[in-house]
């Protein structure tokens, strides 16, 4: 079974303190590796779609790299405007084409 | 191009009433899912359409809970006599296939409360 574990559940930063965000995974075959940030009381935004192990995108502030157990999420001089939650979440090879998600970190920016 | 949209926004309900919700995927996406996401939780998979055909289903849902995909276009979610444990934010999300990894994109989600 697919298991996404992230760590903080959650995370206070002063504006401008860089910071990362970890989502470990346990899947068989990885499709994919998607991260998404959600504002309260709204449906989660797609940031990034990682493939294989050693990829990184980046955003603005925000860089997701992936290995073959974990992605980490950095985000650099966070802005307040950088406050929501962000789900990590995990696709598995094969037939299915379902995610599983983990729990998410909720990050408050303080200015 | 428009994004994933659901309807309605907020469905407030009493106990044993049966709930609808609405979801019209972005144009041309193939794929279709139905998660349900409670406060400090990740959405936690509901079911699964490829076209019109519903593939997957988690063991975890009720026989209360149908959902239907006609045509292949939009989809409907049905909770039959609700009861207070279903009140979440029911999301919606659709993508296109594809042979690389299947990126997901949501909509903005049905709240139901069960009064």
């Known amino acids: 079974e697919d298991q996404v574990t992230q760590s903080p559940e959650a995370l206070r930063l002063q504006e401008g303190e860089s910071s990362s965000l970890n989502c470990s995974y346990t899947?068989?075959?990885?499709?994919?590796l998607f991260w998404y940030r959600q504002d309260p009381g709204k449906g989660p935004e797609f940031l990034f779609t990682l493939y294989s192990a050693g990829e990184e995108k980046e955003k603005e502030r925000l860089k997701a790299t992936l290995t073959k157990k974990e992605s980490f999420l950095h985000i650099t001089a966070p802005k307040p405007e950088d406050s929501a939650t962000y789900l990590c979440?995990?696709?598995?090879?094969?037939?299915?084409?379902?995610?599983?998600f983990g729990r998410g970190t909720s990050l408050i920016v303080h200015p | 191009d428009t994004g994933v949209s659901q309807d309605p926004r907020h469905k407030i309900t009493k106990r044993g009433q049966n709930v609808t919700f609405r979801c019209d995927p972005i144009?041309?996406?193939?794929?279709l899912y139905w998660y349900r996401q409670t406060l400090g939780q990740g959405p936690e998979f509901l079911t699964y359409?490829?076209?019109?055909?519903?593939?997957?289903k988690s063991r975890l849902l009720s026989d209360r809970f149908s959902a239907e995909r006609p045509k292949g276009s939009f989809s409907t979610l049905e909770i039959q006599r609700t009861e207070q444990g279903d009140s979440a934010m029911y999301l919606c999300?659709?993508?296109?296939?594809?042979?690389?990894?299947?990126?997901?994109?949501f909509g903005e989600g049905s709240w139901l409360t069960v009064v």
């Open positions: 899947v068989s075959g990885l499709r994919g």
């Open positions: 999300a659709s993508s296109h296939k594809t042979g690389a990894g299947n990126t997901i994109y």
């Open positions: 979440a995990v696709q598995a090879g094969g037939g299915s084409y379902i995610p599983t």
């Open positions: 359409f490829q076209n019109e055909a519903q593939l997957e």
């Open positions: 144009s041309e996406h193939n794929r």
